[in-house]
């Protein structure tokens, strides 16, 4: 298997279980464990009006992209679709992780330790696809 289809399943997987992690506290209304950053700036994070689109939270947005990116590589792999709609997605989700990182930076001033890890997945997984793909 190609280094980045195998980046794309790693980072991807990676992704899937940082969603599953901030949609169940979603759900349940708890606020997520910080870690390299104070508690209360994942809090911050966590109750921002930026932390939903159209009234859901980004998790969910998050982890139907990373379960689209695995679906996706793997259907590629089968030879089922052609590779597009996987670049599409990584590059969607860069985007959002790029502005998402810039509203924490810049907006809200502070970090939250589970979106950081997102948005390096999407960068290593847009660098798969844009730079190792060949």
């Given at each position: ?25 979603a759900i ?18 966590q ?9 859901f ?27 597009w ?20 930076g ?10 950081v890890?997102s ?8 660098i798969?696809?844009?730079?190792l793909?060949?």
């Amino acid at each position: 298997m190609p280094l980045y289809q195998t980046l794309l399943f790693i980072f991807a997987g990676i992704g899937l279980l940082d969603t599953i992690y901030l949609t169940y506290h979603a759900i349940t209304k708890t606020p997520v464990k910080c870690l390299f950053f104070p508690d209360a700036w994942c809090a911050k994070v966590q109750k921002s009006p930026q932390s939903k689109l159209f009234g859901f939270p980004n998790a969910y947005a998050g982890l139907g992209m990373y379960l689209a990116i695995l679906v996706g590589t793997w259907l590629f792999i089968q030879g089922m679709i052609p590779f597009w709609p996987v670049t599409a997605v990584v590059t969607m989700g860069f985007l959002f992780s790029l502005y998402f990182t810039y509203i924490q930076g810049f907006v809200l001033k502070a970090f939250c330790t589970w979106c950081v890890l997102s948005a390096i997945n999407f960068l290593v997984m847009f660098i798969a696809v844009f730079f190792l793909r060949g």
